[in-house]
């Protein structure tokens, strides 16, 4: 035989061989419909919706105002009920009326002002109102009985003002700092950016691996001469920048079409988010090598990241409201640091102290993901 | 050429999990300069002794040395000087042809200086040159599987491992690649092919014959049907039932196998025994039995020991089915089914009268499985009718489907349903219910052998006894029509004989069979076969016939691959022509 004894190098040709795995990873993307649907169309629905669907503002809760006794007082009462913005206020004159309203749940609450109260009020003792709400959905129930106690302090505090006609001593005037209209869009279209680099990072890379392991591609890639390591950086990097470029996306559709206010730097913007493609890219990789197969990749990659990215990350709901074991369940999860990071990028500007201890976490929770993921991913079969 | 082994395996035996190992301490040796077998059904363990070879597994005892390295030791060195093309190719579908080579190039390192000429010789070995930009998912069988080829030989690897590179490709791009390998030999490579074929492995220069992760023979093939040599008969002349005869030769002593072929009956005899004389009907014609040169499936059959008997208790439980009107039991006239622009069948039509085998043959993709789905009333004809026992399957599809039994590819089974649970849910799925669904699974479990099985879930079945199953259940409504899609692709040939002695025997009471299949030598067991090719069918009559019609000086007695081969040929003469 005479060809040439073959070397054994795999370090030279190391730089041809990364470049060539990435040259053909970003010939998949741009050839394959699913990564574009992924990377570009999903997030762009996912930000309409967050954009203009959803809104956590509340306007105009529905509820019922019973007054038993009508007097000048109570009238003055139920008034200022009917004024308030928050409340759309249906008037009766006995609790039984409402029942059935507040049961199909047409109305979201039931204040009651009893026929004693202008006796009680007059007597100098303190009158009592009663609030009935629905139960079934707390965060209304909480949202009525705060604002029906507001109401009813404010108009207690403007009685006062009137009888004594002078101003009171102590007047408390809100103002809020960095979203002065309180525009839920304005923190959810930042916090819907992680969600669509998760979608990226993970769903679509532990997609792409899984496929390979499935075509075969994967095993004949093994058996030439690259490495392992070479393998896993050459499908990081694309997908890393193609996290990047469907983040930019967003963030020029939130600035420019929703008018959200973008008061930090370009560059903790980048920073920021690309430390959170680690862990995001690393969790992806875990998975495919884990289950080197596409449904339970992308059943795993929803349920183990996009589920926690929107569901405890503090992104829809408070963390400090959740159960305690829940509470620890957030402290691994990245996009719990991403998210509050890039809302003050957006809203408020470049607090650095906050995004180091951020960018910190998350560079943390990558490489146990990346420890795992390389383990995982030995040139070995089954 | 040095006498050192390419490939050194000792003693190794691989587990997954619990059960019987995959591999059961194999030894072996691989030399360079010819093409070794590596030989067995689906599940014997093939791909799995590749994968060590590669590296890309370790032996759980024992040791692969290849080209000088230890597999657990030095895999890079392996994976430097191999070429390895696994069972789908190991191709990126979304790059083209180029693209691929490309890549490859890269990881394999090839010099760009040399990238020019070995592009232009490997483009040119496997006719690639005018696809260079198409994707290699656009490719057919055969081309994807050069492209392969050609991927895993870029930098000239010493050893060449193929994984099943034969399966699901027509045989014209089959016996072209094969050529191509034995070429490369002569430079001093040394090839590792594997196959469940045994028409393949007979072209090898040396196998590995393995069977349940074990190892049955290493040698040369010549020497395996050597051990068979002058037992191996051919009974001609039989005249009238010839299935029934087989059965009745096969349930005599000294009778090793026995298989239909074509008009004539092929028998494997014990040493010494001689082979016995069947009846004549005719008096023109006497049955004479000739010795014939053995096939490497009989010297398998031989070394495990033979076939089973001739007889089929699901055969005698079968009510026979009388031949009343003469009228065929499955018709197609003109069935086209157009996919797009795309056609995938294109005015198929035959017709098989009660108690006959109708094989349709050809490569993966040529057309067969649409044929088939329109007969069974799975897929709606663009154009053209069909029709079963009588019934329209546009207008009647369903009375048709509950005279059709219907097994497809891959036995498709509930895996996660017991075998119990298989047999009632098809029951049921064909509308027997009460008295006579309990005797019909109960006969279907004597039968089979299931009783020991009834809890197992189907999915961990081993192939033999999917196979089973599957026929199990579409025979359970005793249907006047069976359908089978691939019956014995990939099984062993044990499990073979049993399944075509039960079809035989159902054949014999009136139940009329169409099967597709790719193996050439299942086709013998046909009464009429039609060759489909690129969705048209392009030659019908008895596998007989068609062997005479491609018989010459230069080939006097054609196999049904060389029959098919030049039948291809002549109909794309004739279009070209046209």
């Known amino acids: ?382 | 050429m040095t006498d050192e082994p390419f490939v050194r395996i000792s003693g190794v035996v691989k587990r997954f999990g619990k059960g019987a190992p995959a591999l059961d301490h194999i030894d072996g040796e691989i030399l360079g300069g010819r093409i070794t077998g590596l030989v067995g059904p689906d599940g014997a363990g093939k791909t799995t002794l590749i994968r060590l070879m590669t590296g890309l597994m370790l032996p759980d005892e024992g040791k692969v040395d290849v080209l000088g390295f230890d597999t657990a030791k030095d895999p890079a060195g392996i994976q430097a000087s191999i070429g390895y093309m696994p069972q789908r190719f190991g191709l990126y579908e979304d790059l083209s042809v180029q693209e691929n080579l490309d890549l490859y190039a890269d990881l394999r390192g090839l010099p760009l200086a040399e990238r020019t000429a070995t592009y232009d010789e490997l483009l040119e070995f496997t006719d690639l040159k005018r696809f260079t930009s198409r994707l290699a998912g656009k490719l057919s069988g055969g081309m994807k599987q050069k492209l392969g080829l050609a991927c895993a030989l870029l930098r000239k690897p010493r050893l060449l491992l193929l994984d099943e590179p034969g399966v699901g490709v027509d045989p014209i791009s089959r016996r072209d690649l094969w050529k191509m390998v034995e070429n490369l030999t002569a430079s001093g490579i040394g090839v590792v092919w594997s196959t469940a074929y045994l028409d393949e492995a007979e072209a090898c220069d040396g196998v590995l014959l393995l069977n349940e992760g074990k190892l049955l023979f290493a040698g040369a093939p010549s020497e395996l049907t050597g051990r068979v040599a002058d037992r191996v008969f051919k009974v001609s002349g039989v005249t009238g039932r010839r299935r029934e005869t087989l059965a009745r030769f096969l349930d005599k002593d000294g009778v090793v196998d026995g298989v239909i072929q074509g008009e004539a009956i092929r028998l494997v005899m014990a040493p010494g025994a001689t082979p016995p004389s069947a009846p004549s009907e005719n008096a023109g014609v006497t049955p004479q039995a000739t010795v014939t040169p053995p096939r490497f499936e009989d010297a398998f059959i031989d070394m495990l020991g033979g076939g089973p008997g001739g007889h089929s208790k699901l055969a005698e439980a079968q009510k026979p089915f009388a031949n009343e009107s003469g009228k065929p039991v499955i018709e197609a006239h003109g069935l086209t089914k157009r996919f797009g622009d795309f056609t995938a069948a294109d005015d198929i039509t035959f017709d098989i009268p009660r108690g006959q085998i109708f094989g349709l043959l050809g490569p993966n993709g040529a057309g067969k499985s649409t044929t088939f789905k329109m007969l069974c009333g799975l897929l709606k004809p663009s154009a053209g009718e069909g029709r079963v026992a009588g019934f329209d399957l546009r207008r009647d599809a369903a009375e048709a489907r509950n005279r059709l039994g219907y097994m497809a590819q891959k036995f498709s089974l509930y895996g996660d349903l017991s075998v119990a649970q298989n047999l009632n849910f098809f029951a049921g799925v064909y509308g027997l219910s009460g008295e006579r669904k309990k005797e019909r699974t109960q006969l279907m479990v004597e039968i089979f052998g299931f009783g020991r099985l009834l809890a197992m879930s189907a999915k961990d079945l081993p192939l033999g006894l999917k196979q089973r199953l599957a026929l199990a259940c579409a025979v359970l409504h005793e249907p006047e029509a069976l359908f089978l899609d691939e019956p014995t692709s990939g099984v062993d040939p044990i499990t073979r004989r049993e399944f075509w002695t039960h079809i035989n025997g159902l054949v014999e009471k009136g139940v009329t069979v169409l099967v597709t299949t790719h193996f050439m030598d299942e086709a013998e067991y046909c009464d009429r076969i039609s060759l489909i090719y690129r969705g048209r069918s392009i030659a019908l009559g008895s596998p007989d016939d068609l062997k005479k019609q491609v018989a010459d000086a230069a080939c006097p007695d054609p196999t049904m691959e060389d029959a098919f081969i030049a039948l291809v040929q002549r109909s794309e003469e004739r279009q070209a022509a046209a």
Not at chain 1, 31 to 58: K, M, N
Not at chain 1, 172 to 180: I, M, S
Not at chain 1, 314 to 331: H, K, R
């Open chain 1, 1 to 382: 035989m005479s060809s040439p004894a073959p070397i054994a190098a795999p370090t030279t040709g190391r730089g041809r061989r990364f470049a060539a795995l990435v040259r053909k990873e970003s010939y998949q993307i741009v050839r394959d419909p699913s990564s574009i649907l992924i990377a570009f169309v999903l997030p762009l629905i996912l930000l309409f919706l967050f954009g203009y669907g959803v809104s956590l503002d509340t306007t105009q809760t529905r509820i019922g105002l019973v007054v038993e006794q009508e007097t000048p007082l109570t009238r003055d009462l139920a008034a200022g009920f009917q004024a308030s913005r928050y409340f759309s206020v249906s008037l009766g004159r006995d609790r039984r009326d409402f029942e059935d309203d507040l049961v199909l749940g047409r109305i979201r609450g039931l204040v009651i002002i009893p026929a004693r109260f202008e006796a009680d009020h007059a007597a100098g003792q303190h009158p009592t109102l009663q609030v009935l709400v629905d139960g079934s959905d707390p965060n209304t129930a909480n949202f009525v009985q705060n604002y029906a106690q507001a109401t009813v302090a404010n108009w207690e505090r403007q009685r006062l003002e009137q009888d004594a006609g002078r101003p009171p001593a102590i007047s408390t005037e809100q103002r809020f700092w960095f979203n002065p209209e309180l525009t839920s869009r304005n923190f959810l279209v930042p916090g819907s950016i992680a969600i669509v680099m998760t979608l990226v990072g993970t769903l679509l890379t532990s997609l792409v691996v899984a496929r390979e392991w499935e075509r075969g591609t994967m095993e004949a890639m093994m058996a030439t001469p690259v490495s392992a390591a070479e393998l896993l950086a050459g499908k990081l990097l694309p997908y890393f920048l193609l996290g990047l470029t469907s983040m930019t996306l967003c963030v020029l559709l939130a600035v420019f079409l929703f008018g959200v206010p973008f008061r930090g730097s370009v560059a903790a913007l980048y920073a920021l988010s690309a430390t959170f493609l680690m862990p995001a890219l690393g969790q992806g990789l875990l998975i495919s090598a884990a289950t080197k197969n596409q449904f339970l990749a992308s059943q795993l990659a929803l349920i183990s990241a996009f589920l926690p990215a929107f569901l405890l990350s503090g992104f829809l709901f408070e963390i400090n409201s959740m159960p305690t074991v829940i509470q620890w369940i957030t402290f691994i999860v990245p996009a719990r640091y991403l998210i509050p990071s890039l809302q003050t990028v957006f809203l408020a500007g470049d607090i650095w102290p906050m995004f180091l201890q951020s960018i910190a976490v998350m560079l943390l929770i990558g490489c146990v993901f990346f420890v795992l993921a390389a383990r995982s991913t030995r040139k070995r079969i089954g």
